[in-house]
């Protein structure tokens, strides 16, 4: 099939490269100028393991070409993607304005039947304001041509999004026709050989289905950061307790694990947006709001960890941190912890030594070089001299670290740790001070 997929960030361009995969034609589009002219040259913008090879693959067989023309793109393909940002706007409702601009192009360039798919994470009743766009666009040109709209919300995991797109364990698809149904159907038909399921519905529940799938997940990791705040107020260990429960099949061991709270570019926007659209209708969500709550709270909690140990006093106190990324096998920084707890240990006069294997370039941009921040090139030189560790993110190879070598290039042996990498009862024998999520407060 003949695709545009609009939008080569983290999703667009993953689901470019894997329809491509498959055969299809692919105009993928991005309005960022700098951003085509490097995947032209076969550089990736992002890291995300596995894509570079799939992008280059196909853009050299010719199945896969950028551009920043949208005009063109549409007239030649038959389903038009759209992946562009929805981040969240000041009332906390999803930011629409790129996914209207969208249609608004889409709809003053159609040159016959089209099918656009909302591939961004929109909220309930944005297929309807999407016709509305394209209904008045193709109004002001006098041309009636006929088109769907169809809600396709993505579900991948950045660090695993190939392995997630080719191998989904479900397709949903929100449409009003069933010719289009059969259409997505056919589509979509390589990715699910395994009989996963592409489940059809409309495109309301569509659209709900994406912000459920999030707001339940994101619930999951503030449930178990409270049980391990409850466990630290009694001397329950967390880790004996999240096995305990996990291996329960209806609870499950995923997503699971106590830590600094979530982050990323999708649960904290798409908690607010579903929080404010039921708002909006008059209905308060608690437990959507209670999670939120104890995910605001949880850095806090583990920067007033970091203080009571230094006695309130951080100034000139120098902290080597490891991970900057939102999670692991990703450069995406957005909502990230480290990015919550490097300005408040800035401000309390101390001094970072950061490491990351990827997220580095895009900290440095974000905080703008304070000469506070520096930035080692291996997570034992962000060790050096300084005053203890505070981990961030769970990134493999900071999982078995040479602890000798750590203590000696430490000023003290103490570890901050946000996401429970170490065994306490080992680091205690190693002669640490180790704090993580759930410890059982002094
Ligand atoms: N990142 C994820 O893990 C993930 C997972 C599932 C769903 N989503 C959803 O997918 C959507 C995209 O997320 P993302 O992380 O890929 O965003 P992103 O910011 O990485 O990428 C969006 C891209 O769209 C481009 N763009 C903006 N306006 C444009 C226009 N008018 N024409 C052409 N290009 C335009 C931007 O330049 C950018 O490259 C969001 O709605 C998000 O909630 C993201």
Not at 39 to 65: A, H, S
Not at 196 to 201: D, K, L, N, S, T
């Amino acid at each position: 099939m003949k695709l545009a997929i609009i939008g080569a960030g983290y999703v667009g361009l993953v689901t470019a490269a894997c329809f491509a995969e498959m055969g299809n034609e692919v105009i993928c589009v991005d309005a960022d100028k700098a951003k085509v002219e490097a995947l032209e040259q076969g550089r990736i913008p992002i890291y995300e393991p596995g894509l570079e090879d799939y992008v280059k693959r196909n853009f050299q067989e010719n199945r896969l070409t950028f551009t920043t023309e949208l005009a063109p793109a549409v007239e030649k393909s038959l389903v038009i993607f759209i992946a562009v940002g929805t981040p969240q706007d000041q009332d906390g409702s999803a930011d629409l304005s790129m996914v209207l601009q969208v249609a608004k192009d889409v709809g003053r360039y159609m040159n016959g039947y089209k099918v656009l798919v909302e591939k961004s994470t929109v909220p309930v009743g944005t297929a309807a304001k999407v016709r509305q766009v394209i209904d008045r666009e193709l109004k002001a040109r006098g041309e009636a041509f006929e088109y769907d709209v169809v809600s396709n919300p993505e579900f991948l995991k950045e660090g695993t999004a190939l392995d997630d797109f080719m191998k989904p364990d479900r397709i949903v698809v929100g449409c009003d026709d069933v010719r289009v149904g059969e259409l997505m159907k056919e589509l979509y038909g390589p990715f699910v050989r395994t009989n996963h399921p592409i489940i059809i519905m409309d495109v309301v529940s569509a659209e709900l289905t994406k912000y459920a799938a999030n707001a339940f997940l994101a619930t999951k990791i503030s449930f178990i950061n409270e049980i391990a705040n409850i466990c630290s107020m009694t001397g329950a260990n967390i880790n004996m307790v999240r096995q305990g429960i996990g291996s329960d099949r209806r609870i499950g061991n995923l997503f699971l694990f106590p830590g600094l709270g979530y982050g990323g570019s999708c649960f904290p926007k798409d908690m607010q947006a579903l929080i404010h659209t039921a708002n909006s209708l008059g209905y308060t969500p608690r437990i959507l709001e209670a999670a939120e709550a104890v995910n605001q709270d949880q850095r806090r909690l583990f920067l007033e960890v970091i203080r009571r140990h230094f006695k309130g006093d951080l100034a000139g106190k120098v902290f080597a941190l490891w991970g900057l990324s939102f999670k692991p096998q990703t450069d995406d920084i957005r909502e990230a912890p480290a990015l919550t707890i490097i300005p408040a240990l800035l401000e309390a006069g101390a001094r970072i030594q950061a490491h990351d294997p990827e997220a580095m370039a895009a900290t440095r941009q974000h905080l703008g070089d304070p000469p506070a921040v520096s930035y080692a090139p291996s997570s034992y030189e962000a060790l050096n001299g300084a005053d203890a560790l505070v981990v961030c993110t769970e990134w493999s190879k900071f999982r078995e670290p040479d602890f000798e070598r750590m203590k000696s290039l430490l000023k003290a042996p103490v570890i901050f740790d946000g996401r429970n990498l170490y065994n306490p009862d080992k680091m205690a024998k190693l002669g640490f001070a180790y704090f993580h999520v759930g410890q059982k407060e002094l």
